[in-house]
């Protein structure tokens, strides 16, 4: 592969809508970013907003998400708002002719991430999912020997994620209708349709769930979800989680198992986070539970990343890095795409009338 010295570095305006948690990785990464010369950030919230406008020194926030995406200097759009609000803010982004960076899923129905796939594409704007599971580098580099055949066809295989319902209440606090189906299998659904490759398509979908601990706190949620999906090579795949696991468990985030069988090799990843452990008499922080203090933990386990030292490493530092390079230079983006996440999120809906119905659910024409 050739290494384009030449790439035209063109100087970005970035404003970041969302200033929680992952909008305030990626403001602060876009911040650090040599390409990126005005940022400005905003939230529903006005002290988040100023919060992270002062950590970052932003040039501006806002309460007025509209004010920032139309502003003339900013020239790509991250939105990191709740599931139920990503949108509003992309819609707005793509009228306003600016590449879009959202974060997981794309939208919570199927007519808006019709609507907004469909938009992006009439107005050729480049909307992309932050699907970083992607940018962990066990999974960049396992789909990259896939993708040169190294296993050859793909028969089929299993995924599972394990977290504590500490994390999934708070999740379901952020918003109820983000389940771990749409919310977390999402991002397995994600990486395994990368594998498998654009012209292979799901045909069909299977579920079983149960569960107490979520409807005992007022969700009408499983605590755990099995699920199957056929593809159209006739591929099989499992995608099961539980996020039930008690709050002591030392995961702050999801703790995966990946096992995908080809019919010359196979892939085997441990992202359990065992192989890392931090005991400590002082506490070591729940990144969606403030509150929360563990003194065993699996080091490395926040999904997001790390920040150590002024530095981010993990899967949202690279994914940030890799689209604000994109932006920048016209580089390779390995971001999902609109029409892949639109894909997903079929596939995800169907998951939960699956287990709903006990039926399987045919995906034709998806
Ligand atoms: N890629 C990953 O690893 C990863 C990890 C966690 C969460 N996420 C995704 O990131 C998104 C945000 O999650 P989070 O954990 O940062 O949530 P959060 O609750 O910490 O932050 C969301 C922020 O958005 C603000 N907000 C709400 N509605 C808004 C609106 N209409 N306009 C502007 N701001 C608004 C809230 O006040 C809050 O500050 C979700 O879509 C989630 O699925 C991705």
Not at 20 to 27: D, M, N
Request: negative net charge; hydrophobic residues 40%.
């Amino acid at each position: 592969m050739v290494i384009n010295i030449g790439f035209n570095k063109k100087k970005l305006g970035v404003a970041v809508i969302g200033s929680g948690r992952i909008g305030t990785h990626r403001a602060r990464l876009a911040a650090l970013h040599s390409a990126v010369t005005y940022l400005v950030v905003g939230d529903i919230n006005e002290e988040a907003a100023k919060k992270l406008a002062d950590l970052t020194n932003a040039s501006r926030y806002s309460t007025d998400a509209l004010s920032l995406i139309n502003d003339p200097r900013v020239d790509v759009v991250i939105v990191s708002t709740p599931e139920d609000a990503h949108a509003f803010s992309v819609e707005a982004a793509i009228n306003a002719g600016k590449s879009v960076l959202v974060e997981k899923p794309l939208a919570l129905t199927i007519e808006d991430g019709d609507r907004l796939a469909n938009l992006a594409r009439e107005k050729g704007v480049d909307l992309r999912i932050g699907y970083s599971q992607r940018f962990l580098q066990k999974y960049f580099v396992a789909r990259d020997e896939i993708s040169r055949g190294k296993i050859g066809p793909i028969l089929g295989g299993m995924t599972r994620v394990y977290n504590t319902r500490t994390n999934m209440l708070a999740i379901l606090k952020r918003c109820p209708e983000a389940t771990p189906i749409l919310d977390i299998i999402t991002y397995n659904v994600d990486y395994i349709g990368w594998c498998l490759g654009p012209d292979v398509v799901p045909v069909e979908v299977q579920a079983m769930g149960y569960g107490t601990v979520f409807r005992d706190q007022g969700y009408d949620v499983d605590d755990i979800s099995l699920t199957m999906v056929k593809y159209s090579t006739g591929a099989v795949f499992s995608f099961d989680i539980c996020y039930a696991l008690p709050g002591g468990f030392p995961t702050t985030g999801q703790s995966v198992r990946m096992e995908i069988m080809g019919r010359d090799g196979v892939v085997l990843i441990d992202d359990d986070h065992r192989d890392q452990i931090l005991y400590t008499e002082h506490g070591y922080e729940n990144a969606y539970a403030k509150d929360q203090k563990l003194n065993l933990a699996f080091l490395g386990s926040r999904s997001s990343g790390e920040w150590a030292d002024g530095q981010m490493f993990g899967r949202i530092a690279d994914e940030t890095r890799e689209w604000l390079d994109s932006q920048s230079t016209g580089a390779k983006c390995h971001l999902t795409t609109a029409e892949e996440a639109r894909q997903t999120l079929k596939v995800t809906l169907a998951m939960g009338v699956a287990s709903e119905t006990g039926q399987p659910i045919p995906l034709a024409n998806i």
